[in-house]
């Protein structure tokens, strides 16, 4: 438990179903696109709203908590006025929710132990992610 200055911060963590069927939803939108999304379509807030609501229909229609490894393709029709993004990845339900333990923080340090790069760190001798409990 951690007490920050808006309260107390109690730490829950909660295990994943993963489904073995891969799913795929596609949204059509106008194309409304600015040059500037055309242009830099990775910063496009555009293209992203897009991809964001693609991805909260994939999860009501998949009736699921998150997409585990989600993909995205964004296309457009042969006249350009429409633009189709699909979203496909395994979805996955939370469950078992409960208060995080020792051993829970044990298995995120060795999560990003093992992920862990120096150009993610703030400081090459620090861990990227830090954790109430230490080693």
């Given at each position: ?7 107390i911060v109690t730490p ?124």
């Open positions: 438990m951690e007490v920050d200055g808006s309260g829950i963590a909660a295990d994943i179903k993963v489904e073995a069927t891969h799913y795929v939803w596609s949204e059509t939108f106008d194309n409304e696109l600015e040059e500037k999304d055309v242009n830099n379509p990775k910063n496009s807030t555009a293209i992203q709203s897009m991809k964001d609501y693609t991805m909260a229909k994939a999860l009501k229609q998949s009736n699921s908590d998150l997409l585990v490894a989600p993909l995205y393709s964004v296309s457009t029709s042969a006249d350009l006025r429409k633009i189709t993004v699909t979203v496909t990845g395994y979805p996955a339900t939370y469950y078992n929710f409960r208060t995080a333990t020792e051993a829970d923080f044990n298995l995120l340090r060795k999560m990003a132990d093992s992920h862990n790069k120096p150009a993610c760190k703030e400081k090459a001798d620090e861990p990227a992610i830090k954790l109430p409990f230490g080693k």
